[in-house]
């Protein structure tokens, strides 16, 4: 089983909607919570962490689940510069990142 | 003033050669990576160092061999390529030892033919 699993999509949503998407982990001793976002062909890089508490970054919501080992991300009034691959990142220990493969959101005009 | 640098960008070669990857970063963190991204656009840890001292070693051949001449540093060679190393390889940094936020370098990707 990989540790980090998610939908690969691709989610196709037009300007202004809402997209929401999970990811699930498999070590219930990880500790910290992450989404990166990845543009095609460019590096990953840090969106949000995500807290036990949820958290908000403007359009941004990330919850987290540790009974089920899941985390979501929450698009609202989605730009066509959201247009991404979204990485779940799920940290097993403390020196290393798991990575998920990605959820591709393509937002259209 | 990029944060992290790789060099080459894209490398193209021959089976059976040997070849390298280098990473800098002035962030003036003490952790670097590697990683490798293949077709499947998984992202996995194959290296990384802290103030020039190995931490993470996976499951990665003995073809791969990280350098850390500094701690703004980290080479990668790779001896006798196969087909199979064909992918792209983020070198990233962080600050201290435990790996929170990572900042990647733009990515070197290898064509092995």
């Known amino acids: 089983r990989k540790e980090v699993e998610q939908d690969p999509g691709p989610f196709n949503v037009p300007e202004g909607a809402t997209v929401a998407f999970n990811c699930t982990y498999s070590?219930?001793?990880?500790?910290?919570f992450f989404w990166y976002r990845q543009d095609c062909r460019k590096e990953p890089k840090l969106l949000m962490s995500?807290?036990?508490s949820g958290n908000e970054d403007g359009r941004f919501t990330a919850q987290l689940n540790r009974a089920s080992q899941y985390i979501s991300l929450l698009i609202r009034d989605s730009k066509l510069s959201d247009s991404a691959t979204y990485l779940c990142v799920v940290t097993p220990n403390d020196y290393k990142l798991s990575f998920g493969a990605g959820t591709t959101v393509t937002v259209r005009a | 003033d990029t944060a992290v640098s790789q060099t080459p960008k894209y490398l193209v070669t021959q089976m059976g050669n040997d070849k390298s990857i280098k990473c800098e970063q002035n962030?003036?963190?003490?952790?670097m990576y590697w990683y490798k991204q293949d077709s499947k656009k998984f992202l996995k840890i194959m290296f990384s160092y802290n103030n020039k001292e190995l931490i993470i070693n996976e499951t990665v051949p003995n073809r791969f061999s990280p350098k850390s001449p500094d701690k703004a540093h980290l080479n990668l060679h790779i001896n006798s390529l196969e087909l199979g190393d064909s992918a792209v390889y983020f070198c990233?940094?962080?600050?201290?030892?435990?790996?929170?936020?990572?900042?990647f370098g733009p990515g070197t990707r290898l064509t092995v033919t």
């Open positions: 962030l003036g963190h003490d952790t």
């Open positions: 995500v807290y036990s």
């Open positions: 070590n219930s001793a990880s500790q910290s």
């Open positions: 990233a940094s962080s600050h201290g030892l435990l790996a929170y936020e990572q900042y």
